[in-house]
């Protein structure tokens, strides 16, 4: 189905306001690919805040001439191509279609033509090491692991020392000796004294002459000695 010329006009208008806000522009020579596949890759861009534009080589061309006063070979636009445009970060996008030429390693129908990165034009050898560099959500989530990882391996330290004094009843980690046990002071049981264990002391009554008289002197009997009983 023939483009007309309005048509043609609104998308080359769609394709400068595209190219013009992107961080980077990168572009792909397709070959068979299908609408799902096509719509797959979109998707997949569209979480990074980026396109995927298939347009005629010279819609291409004019846009950049008009947005960048860039001239465009053809010799750069081999085969079907489409335009990646990145816009919150420059590789995150690249980045994306990357994974997807990957997936379809063993039957290409991604390749990397060229890219317009950091204001130059780049090969399509240097826009695949462009493409290999993690994005900027990537790195930042490896600063923040790497700055994590010591704070959680010292309070790792600190679970493990704090279970080891426990179990080994230290004072603190550094000690050889067992922490000292609080001292349980356990009074004796005071025993019930009873009553009739108590011993009464008596106050000594004094003896007078009246009552020594009334105290009777006992005398041993003196034993009779019978005189048959004698030896002669």
């Given at each position: 189905?023939?483009?007309?010329?309005?048509?043609?006009?609104?998308?080359?208008?769609?394709?400068?306001?595209?190219?013009?806000?992107?961080k980077?522009?990168?572009?792909?020579?397709?070959?068979?690919?299908?609408?799902?596949?096509?719509?797959n890759?979109?998707?997949?861009?569209?979480?990074?805040n980026?396109?995927f534009?298939?347009?005629?080589?010279?819609?291409?061309?004019?846009?950049?001439?008009?947005?960048?006063?860039?001239?465009?070979?053809?010799?750069?636009?081999?085969?079907?191509?489409?335009?990646?445009?990145?816009?919150?970060d420059?590789?995150?996008?690249?980045?994306k279609?990357?994974?997807?030429?990957?997936?379809?390693?063993?039957?290409?129908?991604?390749?990397?033509?060229?890219?317009?990165?950091?204001?130059e034009?780049?090969n399509?050898?240097?826009?695949?090491?462009?493409?290999?560099i993690?994005?900027?959500?990537?790195?930042?989530?490896?600063?923040?692991w790497?700055?994590?990882?010591?704070?959680?391996?010292?309070?790792?330290?600190?679970?493990?020392?704090?279970?080891?004094?426990?179990?080994?009843?230290?004072?603190?980690?550094?000690?050889?000796?067992p922490?000292?046990?609080?001292?349980?002071?356990?009074?004796?049981?005071?025993?019930?004294?009873?009553?009739?264990?108590?011993?009464?002391?008596?106050?000594?009554?004094?003896?007078?002459p009246?009552?020594?008289?009334?105290?009777a002197?006992?005398?041993?009997?003196t034993?009779?000695?019978?005189t048959?009983?004698?030896?002669?």
């Amino acid at each position: 189905m023939a483009v007309t010329k309005a048509q043609k006009v609104s998308i080359l208008e769609n394709l400068k306001e595209s190219i013009k806000n992107a961080k980077s522009i990168s572009f792909t020579t397709n070959n068979w690919l299908t609408v799902e596949e096509i719509t797959n890759l979109r998707k997949s861009l569209r979480e990074v805040n980026s396109t995927f534009t298939l347009a005629k080589k010279t819609l291409i061309k004019i846009a950049f001439k008009e947005v960048y006063n860039v001239e465009i070979d053809d010799s750069i636009l081999p085969g079907q191509i489409a335009v990646v445009c990145s816009n919150d970060d420059a590789v995150s996008a690249m980045g994306k279609v990357n994974e997807f030429i990957k997936e379809f390693k063993k039957d290409p129908k991604v390749v990397w033509a060229w890219s317009y990165f950091e204001w130059e034009i780049k090969n399509a050898e240097d826009t695949k090491v462009i493409a290999s560099i993690p994005s900027r959500e990537t790195l930042l989530g490896r600063l923040v692991w790497s700055m994590q990882s010591p704070i959680a391996g010292l309070a790792r330290f600190f679970d493990a020392a704090a279970k080891k004094l426990t179990e080994e009843g230290k004072a603190n980690l550094w000690s050889s000796a067992p922490a000292k046990k609080a001292e349980v002071k356990v009074e004796a049981p005071v025993e019930e004294v009873k009553a009739e264990e108590v011993a009464v002391v008596e106050t000594p009554v004094e003896v007078t002459p009246e009552v020594k008289e009334e105290v009777a002197v006992v005398e041993t009997p003196t034993e009779e000695v019978k005189t048959e009983e004698k030896t002669a």
